[in-house]
């Protein structure tokens, strides 16, 4: 017989030989997906069918027992059939894990001795934050908190049974109603980051090495043009635990709002943004040519968008040719210009105290 452990030992729950099980303790390390990968993961629209569930049919019989023969009917109504809700949730990024059509539960079905049919249950559908719903073109819902909800589909009412059409005139009634069925509809779903600032700027000026300087949110940087092709969103914090949501907008270029290069796709996003973040490669001749460009794609995009409260980033200075040119874009520019180098770290506190006096002229209004 097995040789009981001292008292005070604890056995291990697993064995310590088995290369089996030392292998299963080893810590995996999450696998890095690339930037192109997680493009296919990234859906910002979706087209969705959604039907309500189709409500119970009433009930049809008699009440009868021993020296109660004719009892009456006691035919119960059906019950309703399930919604379809649409659900804000900030856990979900992406509109990819929408499916092409939902339909809620059907109600249960009237029993006898007056039994009601049970309520079809509902279908939640989690979508992200930022969530606009259209049909034919029509805004219906624009999901922008966490836990809002929207009923895309309502369910069908329950059948009546033949206990509902007793009345003095008919005291014995054979009718009953079957259960109507469930709303239908084709929806449009369309995601907008939501953010309180958004990084403009064209390919390679430096917007993803700047977000990950002043966040922990990790968008891909290489030395290519359009190396983000998804939105990314940091969350900067501050001392007094408040905190400013900063989108990656990836680069446009000259012709964006006609749907050159990533085209409109990501125009959108910026529509959220209360304020802008323009950042501009200082080691560019004429930067300011940039800052010129990037406020007309936004106003051919939509009216009014380039006027939002902003300021100038000019990225790199730890340059040569930045130096020389950073005085000039400031005669040329009327914002205020911030210099610094997302790489180095140079002046980065400037930027985080302006992005907080942004934030707090923006909740001002809000309140206001």
């Avoid at 056995?11 to 995996?28: D, E, G, I």
């Avoid at 979900?92 to 009601?116: A, D, E, I, R």
């Avoid at 635990?241 to 900063?246: H, I, R």
Wanted: glycine share 12%.
């Amino acid at each position: 017989s097995p040789v009981p452990p001292p008292a005070g030992v604890r056995q291990p729950t697993f064995s310590t030989t088995c290369a089996r099980c030392s292998k299963n303790r080893r810590l995996r390390q999450k696998r890095v997906i690339s930037e192109r990968k997680l493009t296919r993961y990234f859906v910002d629209h979706r087209t969705v069918r959604v039907v309500g569930g189709q409500g119970g049919g009433g009930g049809h019989s008699f009440y009868s027992e021993p020296r109660k023969i004719f009892g009456g009917p006691d035919g119960g109504n059906g019950g309703d059939g399930g919604h379809v809700i649409l659900k804000a949730d900030q856990q979900m990024k992406s509109l990819s894990s929408v499916l092409p059509f939902y339909q809620g539960f059907h109600g249960g079905k009237g029993g006898s001795k007056n039994c009601y049919g049970a309520n079809g249950a509902y279908v939640y559908v989690k979508v992200p934050v930022g969530t606009l719903v259209k049909e034919d073109g029509k805004v219906l819902a624009d999901l922008t908190q966490h836990g809002e909800e929207y009923i895309a589909a309502y369910g069908g009412a329950g059948g009546k049974g033949n206990r509902f059409f007793l009345s003095n005139e008919n005291r014995a009634p054979t009718l009953f109603t079957p259960g109507e069925p469930g709303q239908e509809r084709v929806l449009h779903l369309e995601l907008k980051t939501t953010a309180h600032a958004g990084l403009v700027g064209f390919p390679n000026a430096g917007k993803s090495s700047l977000l990950r300087a002043i966040s922990s949110a990790k968008p891909a940087v290489a030395a290519y043009p359009f190396t983000t092709l998804n939105p990314h969103v940091g969350i900067v914090h501050y001392q007094d635990y408040e905190q400013v949501a900063v989108a990656d907008i990836p680069g446009l270029i000259k012709g964006a709002h006609q749907n050159r290069g990533l085209g409109v796709a990501f125009l959108k996003h910026i529509e959220r943004c209360r304020f802008l973040l323009y950042v501009v490669d200082l080691s560019a001749s004429q930067p300011w040519i940039q800052l010129q460009d990037l406020k007309y794609e936004l106003e051919q995009y939509k009216k009014g968008l380039s006027e939002r409260p902003c300021v100038v980033i000019g990225n790199k200075i730890d340059l040569a040719q930045s130096r020389i040119n950073l005085p000039l874009l400031k005669e040329q520019v009327d914002e205020r210009v911030i210099a610094l180098s997302a790489l180095t770290g140079d002046n980065l506190e400037e930027l985080l105290l302006h992005l907080r006096e942004l934030y707090d002229a923006y909740v001002k209004t809000e309140q206001s």
